[in-house]
C-alpha cells in the first residue's frame, strides 16, 4: 500500500468521522448534558461497537453481513426508536426539572453510558455494509490481502475515535464556560440532538 493511498483513506475517514450520524449524535448530547466524562464513556461504548464491527467486516463474516443486510431495516428501526427515547427522555426531564425547580441531576452512571454508545453503535447496519464496499478499494491486489485489511481496520477505528475525541473535548471545553442558565439550554439542546439522531437512522436507507 503506498503512502498515497494510505493518506487518502485516513482523509476519507476524518471525513467520515465529522459526518452527523447516531453516535456524534450521542456523545454530543450526553457531554452537553454531563460534561467529558460522559462524553468519554459514551464515546468508549461507540468505538467498541464500531470496532466489532470492522472487525466482523474484514473477517470476512458473510453470514454477519447477509444477516445484517436481511435485517437492515429491524436493527436500524430499534436504533432509532432508542435515540428517539433517549431525547424524549432528556426533554421530560428538563421540563420537569424547570416545574419542580429541581436541582439538575446526579453524575450518570458510567456503564451506563458506556452501553447506550455500545447499542447505538451496534444498531447502525449501515456501517458494516458500508464498510463491505469501503475498505476493499483500498486494497492492492498485487500486495498480501489480510495484512492490509487488517491495518485499514485499525487505522479506521483510531482516526474515527480520535476525531470523536476531539470534538467532544471541545464541546465540554465550551459546556464548561456556560452559567447554569444556558447549561439548561444545553439539556434541553441535548434532547434535541437525540431526536435528530434517531430521525437520522431512521431515514437511513442502504448503501
Known sequence: MSPEVLAAFIAACI??????????????????????????????????????????????????????????????????????????????SLRQRRAQGALPPGRPNGANLYFEGLLVSLSNPKVLLFLGAFLPQFIDPTRDAVMQLSLL???????????????????ARARASFNAARQRLLDGLAGIVLLLGGLALAMARRP
Request: glycine residues 12%; aromatic residues 8%; hydrophobic residues 60%.
Open 15 to 92: 471525513l467520515l468521522g465529522l459526518t452527523p450520524g447516531p453516535n456524534m449524535s450521542l456523545i454530543l448530547a450526553n457531554t452537553l448534558t454531563s460534561g467529558l466524562r460522559a462524553g468519554l464513556l459514551t464515546l468508549a461504548g461507540t468505538t467498541s461497537g464500531l470496532a466489532l464491527l470492522v472487525g466482523a467486516a474484514t473477517a470476512g463474516m458473510s453470514s454477519v453481513l447477509v444477516f445484517m443486510s436481511e435485517w437492515f431495516d429491524v436493527i436500524r428501526s430499534i436504533g432509532a426508536l432508542y435515540l428517539v427515547y433517549l431525547g424524549a427522555r432528556q426533554l421530560w
Open 153 to 171: 481496520a485499525v487505522l479506521f477505528v483510531a482516526v474515527l475515535a480520535a476525531v470523536d475525541v476531539g470534538y467532544t473535548l471541545m464541546v
